[in-house]
């Protein structure tokens, strides 16, 4: 059966994709950039090879975008304490990963290669990596199929197979099963990721299959350990205000109107208010729907000084500070949830933020324990925004308690990155 899915695929699936990608590309500047890195891949990869004389251990780790390299960060630094004469290559699938990924153990980072078989077996052949590592979900699968031909070790860590995913459906299963069982080892985030996956790959002795968890809690929490001082503040003597991270247009709609009665109902709440893409006719657009309510906004701009003013209302114009400015805050709602799905909501849990988000939050697990666990609420309408924000403004009580949660589903989650590396080593 899987001889049929890779003709399928290679016939008809990857090719489809491909001419789609090309047409695409030419009204779609983000999708443009991974179009042209990945037709540069096989030279980047030719020219690092050539000028280096490689003997060490070579890993592959490969993550689709930014989100997937915060899964992938501690565990390639993990691995380079342990094997510090490895290298490390690392692939991306998108510009918001290979433009502004930061890590002292990335050897080299490219943008994965074509999934087509001749370009997979150049990329194996002139790398010859010891194993091919893939964060979460961005699984290539003439990669996976070539690699096992070669008997070159394939991973997928914090693999996970969410509530209704196409992956268990007739019609797709034959599919997946294909790919999966062609996997030497699979480590998914929690138990139901793994019995899952075992519905998917069968009775088997390969792939190996363990419950290893989520890397990313680790990530967040080795970040924000560069803020004990705030880890001794209470939450409670904190300004009241109200922080809204990475919101989309869907979101605005419920959220702007609900803010805006809620500055005025109680005039000690502040709001700082973070669009996912800050570009200046967004902040406008934002700008001119508070004011139409009768409320001005300031935009905030820095990247070093981040202590946030007074203002009420402040619009936040730049990326990359936001996990630092949730230590001034109280209440966090993360966007995303009314479109493409919510975006990161360990973040504000560290920063011990109770945590409102929309109803598409199911690709993500940590928002799942969020809301098993109390310190996480989904809404789906602006009712429930006015219900769960003006009960946590005015119960103390019931804050604590949310905050607290929010704090305890990191901290339950630690270990992952370690567990992760020695299986890896030992795999």
């Known amino acids: 059966m899987k001889l049929v899915w890779l003709i399928i695929y290679n016939v008809l699936i990857y090719p489809l994709l491909f001419v789609v990608g090309c047409i695409v590309c030419l009204f779609n500047s983000k999708l443009r950039q991974s179009v042209l890195g990945r037709f540069r891949s096989i030279s980047k990869l030719k020219h690092y090879f050539n000028q280096n004389e490689i003997n060490k251990d070579i890993y592959w780790f490969h993550a689709a975008s930014l989100g997937e390299f915060y899964q992938v960060k501690p565990v390639m630094e993990g ?9 490390t290559l690392l692939s991306f699938s998108s510009p918001s990963g290979y433009n502004h990924a930061k890590s002292d153990a990335i050897d080299l980072r490219i943008y994965m290669p074509f999934d087509f078989p001749w370009s997979v077996r150049k990329s194996l052949k002139i790398t010859k990596p010891k194993k091919v590592i893939f964060a979460s979900y961005d699984i290539w699968p003439n990669m996976v199929w070539i690699s096992e031909n070669r008997k070159v070790h394939t991973n997928i860590f914090a693999a996970r197979v969410k509530d209704g995913s196409l992956k268990l459906k007739p019609g797709f299963l034959g599919f997946f099963e294909s790919v999966y069982r062609s996997i030497s080892t699979i480590y998914t985030v929690a138990d139901k990721d793994f019995n899952r996956m075992n519905i998917i790959v069968g009775e088997r002795e390969k792939p190996v299959i363990r419950s290893l968890g989520n890397p990313r809690y680790d990530m967040v929490m080795k970040t924000a350990d560069d803020f004990t001082q705030h880890h001794q503040q209470s939450v409670l003597s904190r300004c009241k205000r109200i922080i809204i991270g990475s919101s989309h247009s869907e979101d605005d709609t419920y959220l702007i109107p609900v ?12 709001v700082l208010y973070a669009p996912h893409e800050p570009l200046a006719p967004e902040l406008e657009r934002i700008q001119n729907s508070f004011s139409s309510l009768g409320y001005d906004s300031t935009i905030f701009k820095k990247k070093k000084s981040l202590n946030l003013p ?3 209302l402040l619009i936040l114009g730049v990326v990359g500070v936001l996990s630092k400015l949730y230590w001034q805050g109280q209440i966090a709602y993360i966007g995303g949830g009314f479109s493409k799905g919510i975006h990161n909501v360990m973040e504000p849990a560290i920063a011990r933020l109770p945590i409102l988000f929309g109803p598409k939050y199911h690709h993500a697990h940590e928002a799942e324990e969020l809301l098993e666990n109390g ?11 006015q219900t769960v924000l003006r009960r946590l403004i005015t119960d103390n009580e019931y804050f604590l308690n949310a905050s607290s949660a929010a704090t305890n589903v990191i901290h339950q989650n630690l270990g992952s990155s370690t567990r992760i590396i020695r299986s890896l080593i030992r795999d």
């Open 79 to 87: 691995l380079k304490e342990v094997e510090p004469n490895c290298i």
């Open 259 to 270: 803010l805006s009665d809620l500055m005025t109902e109680y005039p000690e709440i502040k």
């Open 310 to 312: 007074d203002n009420r």
């Open 375 to 385: 310190g996480g609420f989904c809404i789906q309408n602006v009712e429930e925004i």
